[in-house]
């Protein structure tokens, strides 16, 4: 029997990941866990790049987790610049052995600085990038990688865009349990019925929360604080005292340190108070949801802020300096929302105005159209 003329290759070309490079937090490694749930759906291998921050969370993501050394070359003082330009060092070698080792197909970079080596890595090896960047507000990280890589995807629509040609506004990618909490309707407050608050701030924010929230309940009228449940983020070392306060007050609580169903207690509350974090103002626009938001302040690229203003303008939310976010004024403007449900009500409507559940499916679109012929 005469030989085929297009025998089957002995050794099968190994199939090429997308690689996703991203910070080790959850604002950096969400997004990218949704668009890789996407990329896999979509019949592509995807691993992921990070730094040693990255902790149980590489449990979820769908592919293998590579961990890198990540520094900046920014700090108060020459010597901490130079340690900064070391990891980065150190970080680009590694980046370029990983490279070396998966040949992907594209590298998708989340912001952070574990971010800058995979894809200034890629760039030497000629290999298609692309950066998401979650904020209005473009991070230093991605500004700095913004001139080097083939396309840049936001969150937001950019408050300075200083790269139109190759810039397209996707939204956040949000996961799953969000995409689920979505469906489910807003709890319409009912007159005399219980006010289901919710107060979260991340690492960074949830201390002025327990400082801040007590107090504002505890300068609302009696009528208006007995009908307040409310859920709080609290950091460990302030769990008991602020458990303590609502128990004094006689307010129902759940205070805890972290809440792996946010999303559900998000859909779940009539108000969300919180700082003003990409996937914060994302989730609440996907969810629909109303919310005070107090950025986080003293931000080098006040970001937060920036976020923040994309929801006010939209009216689904209320932004307050924390210089002004104190206890007597957060009281008042409690009172006034739940004294017109309908203020709550349309503010959760707006808000749902701004959400952009495909987010994922569209950034994947982004990502693929980028790949070159093998």
Do not use: C
């Amino acid at each position: 029997m005469p030989e085929s003329k297009n025998p089957a290759p002995k050794h099968p070309i190994p199939r090429r990941p997308i690689l996703l490079a991203a910070g080790g937090t959850g604002g950096h490694l969400f997004p990218a866990e949704a668009l890789a749930e996407v990329l896999v759906h979509r019949g592509e291998l995807v691993e992921l790049v990070t730094d040693t921050r990255v902790d149980n969370w590489v449990e979820r993501f769908p592919g293998d987790v590579n961990t890198i050394t990540a520094g900046t070359v920014t700090g108060s003082s020459l010597e901490a610049r130079i340690r900064g330009l070391w990891r980065l060092l150190v970080g680009l070698k590694q980046a370029y052995a990983l490279l070396g080792r998966i040949n992907p197909k594209v590298v998708v970079g989340f912001g952070g600085y574990p971010t800058v080596p995979p894809i200034l890595a890629a760039r030497f090896k000629g290999i298609p990038t692309i950066i998401h960047e979650g904020n209005a507000v473009m991070g230093r990280a991605n500004r700095f990688l913004a001139p080097k890589v083939d396309r840049i995807a936001t969150g937001f629509p950019l408050k300075t865009d200083e790269f139109p040609e190759k810039t397209e506004v996707t939204g956040n990618p949000v996961r799953k349990p969000v995409l689920h909490a979505a469906e489910i309707p807003y709890p319409v407050l009912t007159e005399g019925g219980p006010v289901r608050l919710l107060v979260f701030g991340g690492s960074q924010g949830a201390r002025v929360m327990s400082d801040v929230l007590p107090n504002a309940l505890q300068n609302m009228p009696e009528e208006l604080r007995k009908r307040i449940h409310i859920t709080q983020q609290a950091r460990d070392e302030d769990v008991f005292r602020v458990t303590k306060l609502y128990e004094k007050m006689g307010v129902a609580h759940v205070v805890e340190h972290f809440f792996s169903d946010l999303p559900q207690r998000i859909a779940e509350s009539h108000l969300v108070i919180g700082r003003a974090g990409a996937s914060t103002v994302s989730e609440l626009g996907v969810i629909g949801r109303p919310a005070i938001l107090v950025p986080l302040p003293g931000a080098l690229d006040q970001d937060q802020a920036a976020n923040g203003e994309v929801l006010a303008k939209a009216g689904g939310a209320i932004v307050m300096a924390q210089s002004a976010f104190t206890p007597i004024a957060l009281a008042e403007l409690i009172g006034k929302l739940v004294a017109e449900p309908t203020l709550l009500t349309n503010m959760a409507t707006s808000a749902r105005r701004i959400g952009v559940p495909n987010a994922a499916e569209r950034l994947a679109t982004e990502v693929l159209s980028i790949l070159r012929p093998a």
